[in-house]
């Protein structure tokens, strides 16, 4: 059963930076691909950014492209998203995911951590 959980949420001022961390299990980060959500309240989980296994290609929804980057550390099962230049719209709880397989959706989740921008 994949396990994920999230880190390193908190509050920051426009224009600040933070990093979130996703822990898994085994070897889940090794072999699935992986992405960030994110939801804000009243709206729909969005597909900010995923990583694939093999090449380790990094995709990023426009919304956050050329503030965020996604990278993963298979030898800690660890997939981190640099979140820089923060802007209020920034503001939700985000989940990570894998996805087992390329006809699949992400399927797995963890509890969320919540990233609040404001001043």
């Known amino acids: 059963q994949v396990q994920l959980v999230e880190s390193g949420g908190g509050m920051v001022q426009p224009g600040g930076s933070l990093t ?3 822990a898994s299990n085994a070897n889940i980060v090794a072999v699935y691909a992986m992405g960030w959500y994110r939801q804000a309240p009243g709206k729909q989980r969005e597909l900010v950014a995923w990583i ?3 090449g380790g290609w990094d995709n990023y929804a426009d919304s956050v492209k050329g503030r965020c980057t996604i990278s993963r ?3 800690r099962n660890t997939v981190t998203l640099q979140m ?3 802007k209020p719209e920034d503001t939700a ?3 990570c995911a894998s996805r087992p ?3 699949s959706d992400f399927d797995s989740w963890g509890q969320g951590t919540q990233v609040t921008v404001s001043s």
């Open 52 to 54: 694939t296994t093999g």
């Open 73 to 75: 550390d298979t030898t």
């Open 101 to 103: 397989s390329a006809y």
């Open 93 to 95: 709880v985000y989940y």
């Open 84 to 86: 820089n230049s923060l």
């Open 20 to 22: 979130l961390t996703c």
